[in-house]
Nanobody, 127 residues
């Protein structure tokens, strides 16, 4: 299992930016896809973005394309989510997750394919 700790959430006005960070520990980080998910009150958890183990293949939900960017630093065991042009509907708890299988050929995006989860960080966007 890998342990994940998110940081960087907070309150921001619409149109603003935030950068979320996820610190990983516990196993060989650079073998696994990583993802960011979010869950708003009364809604299901949904994928925001994912990135392959080698950092070369990002994937994004349609509602964040062009606004958010996922990246990773395997040497530092870190994953980042740069969020810009934030909207009130982006308000949610954001979770970092690690894939369950090594060296995937297609980056995983289904929550069921992620085996470890952080505790989440709250992002609130005011209008």
């Amino acid at each position: 299992q890998v342990q994940l700790v998110e940081s960087g959430g907070g309150l921001v006005q619409a149109g603003g930016s935030l950068r979320l960070s996820c610190a990983a520990s516990g196993r060989t980080f650079d073998r696994y896809d990583m993802g960011w998910f979010r869950q708003a009150p009364g809604k299901e958890r949904e994928l925001v973005a994912a990135i392959s183990w080698d950092g070369r293949r990002p994937a994004y939900a349609d509602f964040v394309k062009g606004r958010f960017a996922i990246s990773r630093d395997n040497g530092k065991y870190m994953v980042y989510l740069q969020m810009t042009s934030l909207k009130p509907e982006d308000t949610a708890v954001y979770y970092c997750a690690a894939g369950a299988q090594m060296y995937t050929r297609v980056v995983v995006t289904n929550p069921a394919d992620f085996g470890s989860w952080g505790q989440g960080t709250q992002v609130t966007v005011s209008s």
